[in-house]
């Protein structure tokens, strides 16, 4: 059971509009919300995290917007740059037994950002 | 400063062999997480230990383990390999346990192919 989903594989778009990607989850435990881009042979990096109390956050081209009713929320880069390429995670935190938390990612969307 | 440095980063193992794997994290780190990347179901969550002790354990069989030492230093080890175990196993380091702002680190991750 897929708890965080990304629906789409992979997205193209042409460098310097705006990329938009998706995420929806369903566990409404969810209480923190990451973002992590990834290059191929590296481990993922973190990019932006926004918490469940808020509804925006931004950090220079990165923004990450929370719809906490839709359990939806999405990653928007402006202006996208062809270094942008790469596979993005969204992962969600959920407290667990023992006062511990744990990561659960979606299985990854592909930009490619064309020159 | 160094970031988490996993060994080995490819190896190959034969069905029924077991295999150690070896995460140093960053320096100061005290909590060392593990996931498993496979294309057909992502990252998914392995354990998290902190200060030598596992906080938490995901959905995998018994044949999964690991442990940390008391330089925070952790290894993961895998018995009677199966095929579907091929996987890229990630590890990620962090200040301390949890997620919430927390800013967790990931290591380049070793190939492990089952043959």
């Known amino acids: 059971d897929q708890q965080v989903k990304q629906n789409s594989p992979s997205l193209s778009v042409q460098e310097g509009r705006i990329s938009i990607l998706n995420c929806d989850y369903t566990?409404?435990?969810?209480?923190?919300f990451l973002w992590y881009k990834k290059y191929p042979a590296e481990g993922p990096t973190f990019l932006i995290s926004?918490?469940?109390?808020?509804d925006k956050n931004e950090d220079g081209r990165f923004t990450v917007f929370l719809n906490k009713s839709a359990k939806h929320l999405s990653l928007h880069i402006v202006p996208s740059q062809p270094g942008d390429s790469a596979v993005y995670f969204c992962a969600a935190s959920a407290p667990v037994q023992g006062g511990s938390e744990k990561l659960v990612f979606g299985k990854g969307t592909k930009l490619t950002v064309n020159p | 400063k160094a970031g988490v440095t996993q060994t080995p980063r490819y190896l190959i193992k034969t069905r029924g062999q077991q295999v150690t794997l070896s995460c140093s994290p960053i320096s100061g780190h005290r909590s060392v997480s593990w996931y498993q990347q496979t294309p057909g179901q992502g990252l998914q969550f392995l354990f998290e230990y902190f200060s030598e002790t596992q906080r938490n354990k995901g959905n995998f069989p018994g044949r999964f383990s690991g442990r940390q030492f008391s330089n925070s230093r952790s290894e993961m080890n895998v018995s009677t390999l199966e095929l579907g175990d091929s996987a890229l196993y990630l590890c990620?380091?962090?200040?301390?346990?949890?997620?919430?702002?927390?800013?967790?680190?990931f290591g380049e991750g070793s190939w492990l192919t089952v043959v």
């Open positions: 990620a380091s962090s200040l301390n346990p949890g997620i919430s702002g927390n800013t967790i680190y």
């Open positions: 926004i918490s469940s109390i808020k």
């Open positions: 566990n409404s435990m969810f209480d923190y």
